[in-house]
């Protein structure tokens, strides 16, 4: 079998998503970054043992850290197996880092992961987003919207053979 044969259909699996931050947050900008992993936590992550909410990103002494990110323990590990919760540094180009600190001390913007995943190499990256929190009745708007799509899909399904 041929390399981006087998590839192809698994271009970016598994991840780990923050649902939950499209919803919370309106996305300004989006950043990918590389992040530092021990053995176990990388096979928790092949596993489907992430998870990303309540977590943020910070830049402290020029480095970015993922914080408040669960890894859950890899079951085979013994004695050696990682902490579930720990601050985890994230692997950014200083101009970069530059750019986010700019964008994110703007009012209400903060710095927010969206997903985690494996790329073509088989690295782990982490993207992150500088987000800006929504209010209430944007919420609501957005609720309304995917409501709206829905009665139109369905009222449209039977023409559309």
Known sequence: MAKSEKTKGNKHSPQTANKKA??????LEKVEAGIVLTGTEVKSLRDGGGDLDGAYARIT???CWLIAAKIAPYAQASIT???QIRDRKLLLHRRQIAKLITK?????????PLRIFFNERGFAKV???????KRQYDKRDTIAKREQKKEIDR???KYRR
């Open 127 to 133: 993207e992150i987003a500088v987000a800006r929190g």
């Open 61 to 63: 002494g020029g480095e």
């Open 155 to 157: 009222s449209t399904k």
């Open 104 to 112: 994110s001390e703007q009012a209400g913007c903060t710095l927010i």
């Open 22 to 27: 499209f919803f919370n947050f309106e996305i």
């Open 81 to 83: 197996n990682h902490p």
